[in-house]
């Protein structure tokens, strides 16, 4: 089993910034990539962010590209969401993710999941 432990979410003004950070504990070793998905109330959850676990690869969803940044520390084992110019848009529960094997835009192709860190940008 791997955990997740999502933190840094709060409330912040549009065009202001926020990190988030997630610490991985547990069954590390078989982690291979580790994403950020969102979900605002009523709406499906969606692809934030992903990076690949040892040689950094990254990816990124249509409406956060050339302003969030993943980024990651192995010898923390930590991922991070560097969230800049932010926008009521991107109001949401923000959630960490790990799968086994290549990075994916799916949330079904994760295994575990954390408990979720609110971000709130006020216009």
């Known amino acids: 089993q791997v955990q997740l432990v999502e933190s840094g979410g709060g409330l912040v003004q549009a065009g202001g910034s926020l990190r988030l950070s997630c610490a991985a504990s547990?069954?590390?070793?078989?982690?291979?990539?580790m994403g950020w998905f969102r979900q605002a109330p009523g709406k499906e959850r969606e692809f934030v962010a992903v990076?690949?676990?040892?040689?950094?690869?990254?990816g990124y969803g249509n409406s956060v590209k050339g302003r969030f940044i993943i980024s990651r520390d192995n010898a923390k084992s930590t991922v991070y969401l560097q969230m800049n110019s932010l926008e009521p848009e991107d109001t949401a529960v923000y959630y960490c993710?790990?799968?086994?094997?290549?990075?994916?835009?799916?949330?079904?192709?994760?295994?575990?999941w954390g408990q979720g860190t609110q971000v709130t940008v006020s216009s």
């Open positions: 990076i690949s676990w040892r040689g950094g690869i990254t």
């Open positions: 993710a790990a799968k086994s094997s290549t990075p994916s835009q799916a949330p079904g192709d994760y295994s575990y």
């Open positions: 547990g069954r590390t070793f078989s982690v291979s990539a």
